[in-house]
């Protein structure tokens, strides 16, 4: 079969085995995928769906005991499995590329930047100075602002979009014709992430590359792709034009994951959210029927003994036997507040912060960096605080401070249930170290692969609930099914477990010692919709049940909004906003908070309201005078921002923003969004003793 000279890459028929305790076991099964010039192809599904083996079978970089059990792929019109060594090296040289998802174990950390793209073009037959030239012209066409700069440095100096944004020219500086994305903007901030999706989008255009954008992220398809193919257990379960199937899904599966963001302003008040119960198959597993109908609330008999074809519905395809009531899949979760329950009685003060202050690098002068500046907060018990900001605001040297890790500046305060917390956890109390317990980002790293689940959770219990025997074996069966691990899960060390249910691990950890705060620190950042969907609502039982007090650490704003009673807007170490929730997301905002959100992705946004931020956040070791947002900011009204550093001050009861412009006067803007974006919002403003 010929390829059709329209489509950059064809998937005819696919199927991808590996092979598992002497057998081949099918990862993908006859997949069928085109995706024609300049277009952008999304795949999405959960982890271990095949997205990624779908992507390596692309660029034949199947792992050693991965093979291609049929098909093939065609990369403009070039059987990929019938190439030759120089054939293929050729083709992954001129004709494709890909970006991976952490540019920093794609960059080498010994060499230069400017060395390491200057690579590319060297390979390509450019000489030393061409290629250095050429290096220099494709930072620029990424958006970096100070190519020079970049050149200079190594990758430990840049920040995640920095990174990525190299990452993307080393990939394009072969002029290829496909361009693979897997997962490049999982860990970034909001604003960075619409950055690096705006500079995918502006050289999609410039260079008329096509592109498969693999993503758990599905607000961040619906921005990018024209197209989107939802894989389940290496099936295309459906596919189609990007808005049809988001709008209009007609396969079950695709409504199941819809179902499990917390966009659209939902609350945790409001009901859990909607999961999908049980787990995928295993390698090999699929029977005769359905793949999705033991987890499918409409599965019948025949889906389970017949396996449904892939109906075409005008240009829509689904893989369900009863695609046209895919939408009446029964919801898992219920979806509105218990009104039965009683009214929350007044609850008390669990942690005080008051004029936090963190310098690195201190000296007799007063100099250094200042991460965190003047932080003052207080925390109930059984409610969240949502901390957010870019990367660089000082999300990171606050948790830290708060749990002891390093020591703030004198003539701070912090107070745990009435009582002040010494600096350094070393010098705190027992009962102070086991209330105060956090949940790392990555449980990879957290979690000893050597060991058993059981034994990390029971040496937890061990240490911060002075267990042992029955009574420890008792509390961690319990501990364990608060968390939904089951005896197998505790039987296996942390390496044999998925992504979702390492993170359970991991809060069962810091539940042992019955704390009564726990920092959240991007906990489902990592995770796709339907395991982050799964997590929230496991956090939002165990606060419920436990009284448990969380700071909950984001970029994801959605989940945020979902999780917080409180929300607290950091920049530069300063609290820009702080304020209940959906006040602080209804607004007035303060001007980065406003700039937050309207970068940050949801299904159906349009982008004509979204507010670009110029340049990076500055560096925090020579903040700008004045408002220290002022370099930055849309709104800006003239030499007070650049001289004074505004108040924090109330916009309504127990909201505040740290701004010069009045609230009412940013809710006035911030309704005619975004035909006032593109100028100051007046002349001048004086302040009160009448400076300008």
């Given at each position: 079969m010929n390829g059709n000279a329209e489509n950059v890459l064809e998937l005819d028929d696919l199927s991808v085995a590996y092979r598992v305790g002497g057998t081949d076991r099918l990862v993908l099964r006859n997949v069928s995928l085109r995706i024609g010039r300049g277009e952008a192809y999304g795949l999405v599904g959960e982890s271990g769906c095949g997205k990624s083996t779908a992507a390596l079978s692309v660029v034949r970089y199947l792992p050693r005991n991965g093979s291609v059990a049929g098909g093939h792929v065609r990369l403009d019109g070039k059987d990929i499995m019938g190439l030759d060594r120089e054939e293929l090296r050729r083709v992954r040289a001129e004709d494709l590329s890909m970006v991976y998802q952490d540019p920093a174990k794609a960059l080498n950390p010994s060499i230069p930047i400017g060395r390491q793209l200057a690579e590319v073009f060297e390979i390509g037959g450019a000489s030393a100075k061409e290629a250095r030239s050429r290096a220099y012209e494709m930072l620029?066409?990424?958006?970096?602002?100070?190519?020079?700069?970049?050149?200079?440095?190594?990758?430990?100096?840049?920040?995640?979009?920095?990174?990525?944004?190299?990452?993307?020219?080393m990939a394009l500086a072969s002029d290829p014709k496909m361009l693979i994305l897997d997962e490049p903007t999982t860990g970034l901030d909001a604003t960075v992430e619409a950055e690096v999706l705006d500079l995918i989008g502006h050289l999609r255009r410039e260079f008329s590359i096509s592109i498969l954008f693999i993503s758990h992220n599905l607000a961040v398809v619906s921005r990018v792709c024209d197209r989107v193919g939802v894989l389940y257990a290496g099936m295309l379960v459906e596919e189609g034009p990007t808005?049809?199937?988001?709008?209009?899904?007609?396969?079950?599966?695709?409504?199941?994951?819809?179902?499990?963001?917390?966009?659209?302003?939902?609350?945790?008040?409001?009901?859990?959210?909607?999961?999908?119960?049980?787990?995928?198959?295993?390698?090999?597993?699929?029977?005769?029927?359905?793949?999705?109908?033991?987890?499918?609330?409409?599965?019948?008999?025949?889906?389970?003994?017949?396996?449904?074809?892939?109906?075409?519905?005008?240009?829509?395809?689904?893989?369900?036997?009863?695609?046209?009531r895919a939408q009446s899949l029964p919801h898992t979760t219920r979806h509105a507040p218990d009104e039965s329950r009683e009214p929350p009685a007044p609850r008390r003060p669990v942690l005080r912060v008051q004029g936090l202050n963190k310098t690195y690098g201190r000296d007799r002068a007063g100099g250094g960096v200042a991460a965190v500046k003047?932080?003052?907060?207080?925390l109930k018990a059984g409610q969240t605080l949502g901390l957010v900001g870019e990367s660089g605001s000082g999300k990171t040297t606050f948790a830290r401070t708060l749990l002891g890790l390093i020591e703030p500046d004198e003539g701070g305060r912090i107070e745990l249930d009435g009582k002040e917390l010494a600096e350094r956890v070393g010098d705190r109390s027992f009962e102070q170290t086991k209330s105060l317990q956090i949940i790392f980002q990555n449980p990879d790293s957290a979690l000893n692969r050597s060991h058993s689940v059981r034994g990390l959770i029971g040496r937890a219990l061990r240490q911060l609930g002075g267990l042992r025997g029955a009574a420890m074996d008792r509390r961690l069966k319990e501990l364990a099914g608060s968390v939904r691990l089951t005896d197998h899960h505790l039987s296996v060390s942390p390496r044999q477990l998925s992504g979702g249910l390492k993170q359970r691990v991991a809060i069962a950890r810091a539940f042992a010692g019955d704390p009564s705060v726990v920092v959240c620190d991007e906990p489902t950042s990592a995770l796709d919709v339907?395991?982050?969907?799964?997590?929230?609502?496991?956090?939002?039982?165990?606060?419920?049940?436990?009284?448990?007090?969380?700071?909950?650490?984001?970029?994801?704003?959605?989940?945020?909004?979902?999780?917080?009673?409180?929300?607290?807007?950091?920049?530069?170490?300063?609290?820009?906003?702080?304020?209940?929730?959906?006040?602080?997301?209804?607004?007035?905002?303060?001007?980065?908070?406003e700039a937050l959100l309207s970068a940050a992705s949801d299904i159906g946004d349009a982008e004509d309201g979204r507010i670009r931020l110029e340049g990076e956040i500055p560096s925090a070791a020579a903040p700008p005078s004045g408002c220290a947002f002022h370099t930055r900011c849309p709104r800006r009204i003239g030499s007070i921002c650049d001289e004074l550093d505004p108040p924090l001050k109330e916009a309504q009861s127990g909201h505040a923003i740290r701004c010069h412009i009045p609230a009412d006067e940013l809710a006035a803007l911030q309704v005619q969004r975004p035909s006032t974006l593109s100028r100051p919002v007046s002349a001048e403003r004086r302040d009160d003793n009448g400076r300008p």
């Open positions: 620029e066409k990424v958006q970096i602002s100070d190519p020079a700069r970049v050149m200079g440095g190594y990758p430990h100096q840049l920040s995640g979009g920095m990174q990525q944004r190299v990452g993307i020219a808005d049809r199937v988001f709008r209009n899904p007609r396969h079950p599966y695709t409504v199941a994951l819809l179902r499990c963001l917390p966009g659209g302003g939902r609350r945790k008040s409001s009901g859990g959210l909607d999961t999908i119960p049980g787990f995928l198959p295993g390698l090999g597993a699929i029977g005769e029927g359905c793949a999705f109908a033991d987890r499918c609330g409409l599965a019948t008999e025949r889906c389970r003994t017949e396996r449904p074809p892939l109906h075409d519905l005008d240009g829509q395809m689904s893989r369900c036997h009863f695609h046209d003047d932080l003052s907060l207080e339907s395991v982050q969907a799964a997590i929230l609502n496991l956090l939002v039982e165990l606060q419920s049940e436990r009284d448990v007090s969380y700071i909950f650490i984001s970029h994801d704003l959605g989940v945020v909004r979902y999780l917080s009673d409180n929300v607290l807007v950091l920049y530069l170490g300063r609290v820009m906003e702080y304020g209940p929730s959906e006040e602080v997301f209804s607004g007035p905002h303060h001007p980065y908070t």
